[in-house]
């Protein structure tokens, strides 16, 4: 059992930046953040492989938002250039059991952290 512990949301302006970091207890292939709006479905914003320094993003937040890691199990998103439509709880997930941007494909998710973003 993984758990994950979510940090850094908050409220900014657009155009401002935010950090998320994402401590896990132990081990995890994969790690990575999806996000959901209200209203929508929850949708994968960025991954990566904890066993190397290959990414995944969403077009969304391609050149905007960076996924990056430490030796201590915690990842992290910058988000720069924040506009209103990134608004969301963003989510950590952890462990891979399947297609990249598969919601159902992580075994573990974090509870959560409010990213808002005003015009």
């Known amino acids: 059992l993984v758990q994950l512990v979510e940090s850094g949301g908050g409220s900014v302006q657009a155009g401002g930046s935010l950090r998320l970091s994402c401590v896990a207890s132990?081990?995890?292939?994969?790690m990575g953040w999806f996000r959901q709006a209200p209203g929508k479905e929850r949708e994968g914003v960025a991954v990566?492989?904890?066993?190397?320094?290959?990414t995944w993003y969403a077009d969304s937040v391609k050149g905007r938002f960076t996924i990056s890691q430490d030796k201590t199990n915690t990842v992290y998103l910058q988000m720069n250039s924040l506009k209103p439509e990134d608004t969301a709880m963003y989510y950590c997930v952890a462990e891979l059991r399947g297609a990249i941007w598969n919601v159902a494909a992580y075994r573990y998710w974090g509870q959560g952290t409010q990213v808002t973003v005003s015009s």
């Open positions: 990566i492989y904890t066993g190397g320094v290959s």
């Open positions: 132990g081990y995890a292939n994969y």
